[in-house]
């Protein structure tokens, strides 16, 4: 059973089915949901703030609204799961700007995935879902 649950915000088909699929296969982690827009993500941030993902990953260019949008939303709701950003536009300045709006990392599409499987990985590694039921006492 998948230790850590995901919630994807990016508006391409073709690298959103890749990425469900290989996160799903490598790292240990569910997909729990995906939207294509800032105000789709809002919108899942609203319903349940908590509990239902440990992990947003978020694109910055979105078919409506910015992932940059969906990262302030997310502080302003107080959304609890760690957030990270997986983008083409990488820049220092990116960077500095998805940082001060919450994100842990930003990893670039093109040079940076398997960095993005890693972490996924090391955090479903520790997720506490992952340890054995007799060990979570």
């Known amino acids: ?13 073709v690298i959103l089915e890749n990425l469900i699929a290989t996160l799903e296969e490598l790292a240990q982690v569910e997909v729990v949901g995906s939207v294509a827009d800032e105000a789709g993500a809002v919108r899942w941030m609203k319903r349940d703030p908590g509990a239902s993902a440990d992990l947003f990953i978020v694109d910055v260019f979105l078919r409506s609204g910015t992932g940059l949008g969906v990262l302030q939303a997310a502080q302003q709701l107080g959304v609890r799961a760690r957030r990270v950003v997986l983008t083409n536009y990488a820049t220092e300045e990116m960077r ?42």
């Open 1 to 13: 059973m998948p230790a850590l649950k995901a919630f994807i915000v990016e508006d391409s088909p």
């Open 96 to 137: 500095r700007r998805c940082a001060s709006l919450g994100a842990e990392r930003v990893f670039d599409k093109s040079r940076e995935l398997d960095d993005l499987i890693s972490y996924c990985a090391e955090l479903a590694e520790h997720a506490p879902s992952a340890r054995p039921a007799a060990a979570a006492s």
